[in-house]
């Protein structure tokens, strides 16, 4: 099955900093690749994804890079406030339409004022 | 809002325990799915179900039942349980096939300590 491994667990910038969270996946039929945001306390959210056919995607402050020959895709957040403190999580279909999801294990993102 | 609901929230029981989590949903998606999340962990998925009639193991199904009683709800049972189940379980869903976005959509979860 689908392996998905999410580096750095934890990562600390200050305030205006970039953050870059990388992951890696193991299935070459993978074809989705979602990031979801946990706030503490809170249930996890989509902020972005994408697919395959893309090498890299933006909205606003967040963007996502995905290189397929490599298997790895990366989380870039720019500008960064204190309200992006949270986990963040990469995950990665495990091939076809199904969108069964298999999850990092998570990167929690602090930023200092 | 349409969303997705859990009951309880909140749940301490004994080992040995039979314990059930629901779900129901009212954003009419087909797939529902159960992850437990325990800290440095991330999200596990422990079932799936892609329509009433459909249900599949996840990657950590052991000591876990589902039912499917309906398109909006989707249960979690532990026929007995123990102490490493102690985590926060999440539901989930996902609208079918033939959309071009497979965004999970999360229930607020369910704490369940287990001593």
């Known amino acids: 099955g689908e392996n998905v491994e999410q580096h750095p667990s934890t990562l600390s910038v200050q305030e205006g900093d970039s953050a870059v969270i990388k992951c890696t996946y193991s299935d070459s039929a993978s074809n989705y690749f979602p990031w979801y945001k946990q706030e503490l306390g809170k249930r996890p959210q989509l902020i972005i994804d994408?697919?395959?056919?893309?090498g890299e995607k933006k909205d606003q402050r967040i963007a996502v890079t995905l290189n397929k020959t490599a298997k790895h895709f990366s989380l870039h957040i720019t500008e960064t406030q204190p309200e992006d403190s949270a986990v963040y999580f990469c995950a990665a279909n495990s091939g076809g339409s199904n969108y069964k999801l298999t999850f990092g294990k998570g990167t929690l993102l602090t930023v200092n004022p | 809002d349409a969303d997705v609901t859990q009951t309880p929230r909140n749940r301490i029981t004994k080992t040995g325990k039979r314990i059930m989590l629901e779900c129901s949903q009212t954003?009419?998606?087909?797939?529902m799915y159960w992850y437990r999340q325990d800290p440095g962990l991330g999200l596990q998925l422990i079932y799936y179900?892609?329509?009433?009639?459909?249900?599949n193991k996840g990657e950590i199904s052991d000591g876990y039942s589902v039912s499917r009683q309906a398109q909006a709800k989707f249960s979690l049972s532990l026929e007995s349980a123990i102490p490493n189940q102690t985590a926060l379980y999440f539901c989930a869903t996902s609208a079918g096939a033939g959309v071009s976005t497979g965004e999970l959509f999360f229930g607020e979860g369910s704490r369940l300590t287990v001593l």
């Open positions: 994408i697919r395959s056919n893309v």
């Open positions: 179900s892609f329509d009433v009639k459909d249900i």
């Open positions: 954003k009419g998606h087909d797939r």
